[in-house]
């Protein structure tokens, strides 16, 4: 079987060398099929993975949302023997609340784009190594009924983490308003800024490492 032109990029990564036919009964095929079931099996463990991470999250989100509605209905009428700073406290409630789903809601973004990302190079690793094994079968399965109701789940995911990470986000900057005014609004909106580009910065580091020292690595290989 003679390697495409466009997999032959995937191919000499995948087997170290280059080649331009696979035969039937061949190593290579042998390891093809080998990785193949790898693959199919990996994928799945990353999707059942990705719903139990997204039900976590759903679980911790609903307990934020009762525990912010708790909070916004406390008693914050200052009476005779209340210090100023146990009102200011209490006030304070409320924003931490919403400040703490706004966090969590970014990194349940971030992972569950992460999710996404991995679930397409798995989804393509089984259409190549597929193509050169036992046929088109799961590039058919899943692309049969394809229409206006052929919709993505990890998309699916993904809007819902930006539906809620943009709600916690309405929310805290409402708090802020309501308890500080316009400049703590303005103030808060700078946080939220600033703490979604830390954390996107943060976060890729630890692949940038791994890209730089792959290719550092390939480098030296090459020469």
Known sequence: MNIHKDDAQFMRDFLDEDIVTIETDSRHAARINQSLQIAIVQKNVEADSDWKRSATFLVLFVFLYA???????????????????????????????????????????????????????????????????????????????????????????ISLALFICVTWLVIYNYLTFTTSGVFGSVISLFISTMVYVILDIQLLKPFRHVVERELAESEKDKE
């Open 67 to 157: 525990a912010l509605g708790a909070s916004l209905t406390l008693d914050l009428s200052p009476g005779d023997s209340d210090h100023i700073s146990i009102v200011y406290a209490l006030q304070a409630i409320p924003v931490l609340i919403a400040f703490s789903g706004f966090f969590i809601s970014i990194l349940f973004l971030f992972i569950t784009r992460a999710s996404a990302r991995k679930q397409r190079n798995w989804e393509r690793t089984i259409h190549i190594l597929e193509k050169y094994s036992s046929g088109n079968m799961f590039k058919l399965t899943h692309t049969q009924g394809a229409g206006t109701s052929n919709y993505s789940l990890p998309a699916i995911i």
